[in-house]
């Protein structure tokens, strides 16, 4: 029985499954955490996927196995391979500078949705990159070649050398690699880092990137892997039509799609996929950090609020949140505050606060799958995923708020399990990978309520400037 392995290497912990080739059922697992913080030495990422393999029992006997991580983290070597200074992460706000200096650099926006596929935030590779070569110029000068955070552990897993691999999926959240045509703008990189260093090669879905030598498993096929929602679109099995909803921290909206994106508003990320296809990608701040702030401020649990939410009238009787607790990327609105907005003697119940917390988060979502729309991205249905997709008020809700039928499958392991799935296409060859059906589902299906979405919509933009 073939078996391979899939790694998550997320910002917080490493996850490591291991799973029947064939039929994608779960054999073993092992997880194990991250270092705090916005930058971290990439030997801690292999130090925990030493603890998370350990802790599901070895990778000794897996035939193939692939790592999905954090996208757009700068892992910076030099001439001998060595990393030159800490990784600075995806959620390093130092360079957001950066990024309006780039932006402006090419001339504007649109510039760099049209030659990238995205408008650049400091999320981007290539904004950390300006960043090091404004403020650490000899640590740049040391630099010999770039790579992103499942590059370094691929090759890291193969040993080392010279050759370092990477796919299109994680590419396209470089700022320096082109989605549509398929190739590295080199003149852009320069732009931002003052030299060209060498850059991974970019392999095909399937491709094998060569073979483990690593105290933890010699012998096994490598994947190519991918960055973290590519390989979560890939493990849900997400296919064109599909939008995947992740209510976690922040709030993900991806489609698969078979066309590529140039959004010049910046709110759709122009991304590639894991399978030769694209993922267009819309991200919010506020998700499940809303209900747990709901919960508290009732003196509920996530149960209660739930139960409280559906106990109320659709629309809330007018009473409406604007979700905005931390300010908002999408819309880009870094400074604005939440508001509450049709607050009366009817509405001032536990009840119809809940049912507006929940409606208000649906929505600020729904404005994200409407953000794909406009971009041409077909939607077929929702794949409802996270940690806020437990809410059972947000699983009944979400197909009247987004207009779509919602499909929420059981809590997993997602990015690790696409991981994992890429290993046994790999391994397998063939045009598709495995049709694994890994978890149950569920579909929920409701009349849509365009009516909370317009009311929403009244007042969405009559929120306050945080002081």
């Known amino acids: 029985m073939p078996t391979v ?68 983290g700068s892992v910076l070597l030099d001439e001998a391979g060595e990393v030159v ?13 950066a990024a309006e200096d780039l932006t402006s650099e090419l001339g504007g926006p649109g510039a760099w949705a049209e030659q990238v596929g995205s ?17 650490e110029p000899d640590a740049a000068r040391r630099t010999a070649a770039v790579c992103l955070p499942h590059d370094w552990l691929t090759h890291r897993l193969a040993g080392g050398g010279d050759r370092l691999v ?9 700022g320096y690699w082109d989605p549509a045509a398929g190739t590295y703008r080199h003149d852009l990189l320069e732009r931002a880092f003052g030299s060209r260093p060498r850059l991974p090669d970019v392999l095909g879905p399937a491709e094998r990137a060569g073979e483990t030598s690593s105290p933890l498993t010699r012998g096994a096929v490598l994947g190519p892997g991918t960055g973290d929602n590519m390989a979560a679109a890939l493990g849900v099995g997400a296919r064109t039509g599909d939008v995947v909803v992740s209510i976690g921290t922040s709030g993900v909206v991806s489609a698969v799609s078979d066309t590529p994106t140039h959004d010049a508003s910046g709110l759709v990320a122009g991304f590639a996929d894991a399978t030769g296809r694209y993922l267009p990608l819309v991200c919010t701040l506020n998700a499940a950090r809303v209900l747990d702030a709901a919960a508290a401020l009732l003196g509920v649990d996530h149960a209660e609020l739930s139960r409280l939410a559906l106990s109320a009238p659709a629309g809330s009787g007018g009473l409406v949140l604007v979700p905005y607790l931390e300010g908002e990327r999408t819309p880009v609105r870094p400074d604005s505050t939440g508001a509450l907005h049709g607050l009366t003697l009817a509405t001032s119940t536990p009840a119809h606060l809940a049912r507006a917390t929940v ?44 207009g779509r039928p919602v499909v929420v499958p059981e809590p997993g392991e997602y990015v690790a399990d696409g991981a994992a799935r890429q290993a ?36 969405r933009d009559l929120t306050a400037v945080r002081a």
């Open 5 to 72: 392995a899939g790694i998550d290497s997320s910002t917080q912990s490493c996850k490591v499954v291991v799973r029947d080739a064939t039929s994608g059922a779960l054999l073993r697992s092992g997880t194990a955490k991250h270092p705090a913080g916005t930058e971290v030495d990439p030997a801690a990422w292999e130090s925990a996927l030493e603890r998370a393999v350990a802790d599901a029992g070895g990778l000794g006997d897996v035939d193939a196995l692939a790592v999905g991580a954090q996208q757009h």
């Open 85 to 97: 200074r800490p990784a600075l992460l995806w959620n390093d706000g130092r360079s957001a500078g």
């Open 119 to 135: 408008v650049l935030v400091a999320s981007f590779t290539i904004t950390k990159l300006r960043w090091v070569a404004e403020h």
């Open 166 to 174: 990477t796919d299109r999926g994680d590419a396209s959240g470089t």
């Open 359 to 402: 409606e208000g988060l649906l929505c600020g979502l729904a404005d994200g799958l409407d953000a794909l729309v406009a971009q041409g991205v077909a939607v077929e249905r929702v794949v409802l995923v996270g940690g806020g997709a437990r809410s059972e008020a947000v699983r009944c809700l979400a197909p009247a708020v987004l």
């Open 424 to 459: 046994a296409w790999v391994l397998a060859g063939g045009d598709a990978p495995p049709a694994w059906e890994l978890t149950a589902s569920t579909t929920y299906e409701a009349d849509p309520l365009p009516a909370v979405r317009e009311r929403y919509a009244q007042v």
